[in-house]
């Protein structure tokens, strides 16, 4: 089965720059890795009767609190704190992008939970490949792998519950809108942010 691919490639300067702020990173990271572990929960509980849904949601929210423990022990060694959770400019602008063309609520949260899964995937290739730390290169080469399932996860189970001609072109329009966004977005040690 075959998935869309990013319609914006992020500069290899973001790298650069994100290397400057490190502790920052990770708690956004953290932070990253708890919602998305609360939403797959709150999908569980808006679907009880989807059974394979809530099995493989089940199994996705354990490994992102699984994801989160790993990023907070590093965060914690190296003298960083959990920050306040921020709200997200990028999942703000996604939702109020797509709001006014929005054709089902459950399927353009799934397809924007598949661009965020595959946004941070292409980010997390970046840092593994880009960044001199050798233990945070490390964390994201180990996590790569991961996130690119759960991208396919959530792009699968649009295409399970939706007709393939409401998914396709909400993937297309959808996806489109999300390289608009984050090309869109300044720079802030966040993993969701532009490079200006």
Known sequence: MTYPELTYATPPEWVERIAE???????????????????????????????????RLATLAAQE??????????????????QPVEKSPYADALLT???????SNFLDRMILAALIEARSCERFVMLAE?????????????????????????VDLAREFFPEDEVEPRLTELW?????????????????????
């Open 176 to 196: 489109q809108i999300e390289g608009e966004v984050i090309e869109s977005l300044p720079f802030s040690f966040r993993m969701h942010s532009g490079v200006r």
């Open 130 to 154: 880009g960044l001199e730390d050798r233990e945070l290169s490390a964390l994201y080469g180990d996590l790569i792998e991961v996130e690119t399932t759960h991208k396919a996860l959530f």
């Open 65 to 82: 609190v699984e994801h989160f423990e790993r990023v907070i022990q590093i965060l914690y060694a190296r003298g960083g704190k959990l």
């Open 21 to 55: 702020g490190p502790l920052e990173l990770l708690s956004d990271h953290a932070h990253n890795e708890l919602k998305a572990a609360a939403t797959a929960q709150a999908w569980i509980m808006k679907h009880p009767g989807k059974s394979e849904m809530v099995r």
């Open 97 to 103: 992008r797509s709001s006014p063309t929005r054709s």
